[in-house]
């Protein structure tokens, strides 16, 4: 009975959403789910991915054939991280601050998160880079 009630946990931990804490954002992500206003949209070839590491986040992206980055620096504060955009290829973009709650999973190589920007809400589902060599959990909102 222990050790069935120790795989549950186990399972529930990987399988559930989780807040972030320090260190968890550390690596290279790339963008694997998105939707606007709940439409989901075939995520860009080539996909956009992310850096964070010590406080810093880099996106690489490419819109109309070309390629646009956005740089800067975030904090974690509680639940919530704020990206604050300091360089862009887009200059209307620095200043920006965004503001999100991100859901990890257990194993903390996936995680979502939602931005109200007034008009609308967008969803974004990011993976760990690394998941196309190890077996990483996931958090999928539909069949795809």
């Known amino acids: ?29 790339r963008l694997v789910e998105f939707a606007v206003d709940d439409q989901y949209q075939d995520v860009p070839n080539p996909t956009p991915i992310k850096m964070y590491m010590n406080g810093e986040f880099v996106i690489i992206f490419y819109l109309e054939n070309k390629m646009h ?7 974690l504060e509680g639940n919530e ?13 620095i200043g920006e601050e965004i503001t ?7 194993d903390k190589n996936s ?4 931005i109200d ?19 990483c959990a996931e958090i999928r909102t539909r069949n795809n």
């Open 111 to 114: 995680f979502n998160l939602k």
């Open 81 to 93: 991280v704020t990206e604050t955009i300091l360089s862009s290829s887009t200059a209307s973009l």
């Open 117 to 135: 920007q007034g008009d609308n809400i967008s969803f974004e589902r990011w993976e760990k880079t690394h998941c196309d060599v190890i077996e």
């Open 1 to 29: 009975m222990k050790i069935l009630l120790l795989v549950l946990f186990s399972f529930s931990s990987l399988s559930y959403g989780h807040g972030a804490k320090q260190g968890d954002f550390a690596g290279t992500w």
């Open 69 to 75: 980055f956005n740089m800067g620096k975030y904090i």
């Open 100 to 106: 999100f709650k991100p859901n990890f999973m257990g």
